[in-house]
């Protein structure tokens, strides 16, 4: 086994990202005796937007929501992250195919 070596301290983060950037982490790291990590309280960030919808929209998504018993906030998040996937594929499949 090889010897590791030590990883500097670092003054920003900054620093340390041109670290890692420039440097391979297996001189530093033995990722055998690493363990998996495990954060159920971790919630991704999320940003308060302001959209107008028609009344009719928000009608037709609080249905849904209802019908799915969720807060409907929760199923226009679920129906645009299906929508936004949807248009990544397509566009992924686009892009090979030219």
């Known amino acids: 086994m090889k010897k ?4 500097p301290q670092f003054k920003s983060q900054a620093e340390e990202l041109r670290f890692w950037d ?9 990722y055998k ?3 998996l990590g495990f954060f159920p309280e ?11 919808l028609p009344e009719s929209l928000v009608e037709a998504i ?3 929501a209802n019908k799915q018993d969720v807060p409907y ?4 998040k679920i129906l645009l992250a299906e929508k936004v ?4 594929r397509l566009n992924n499949r686009k ?3 030219a």
């Open 42 to 52: 971790l919630k991704p960030s999320s940003k308060t937007i302001s959209i107008r």
């Open 22 to 30: 420039t440097h391979d982490s297996t001189e530093y790291v033995d």
């Open 85 to 88: 996937r949807e248009q990544l």
């Open 62 to 64: 609080k249905l849904l």
């Open 33 to 35: 005796k690493i363990e």
């Open 95 to 97: 892009g090979r195919a």
């Open 4 to 7: 590791l070596k030590k990883i």
């Open 73 to 76: 906030q929760s199923m226009l």
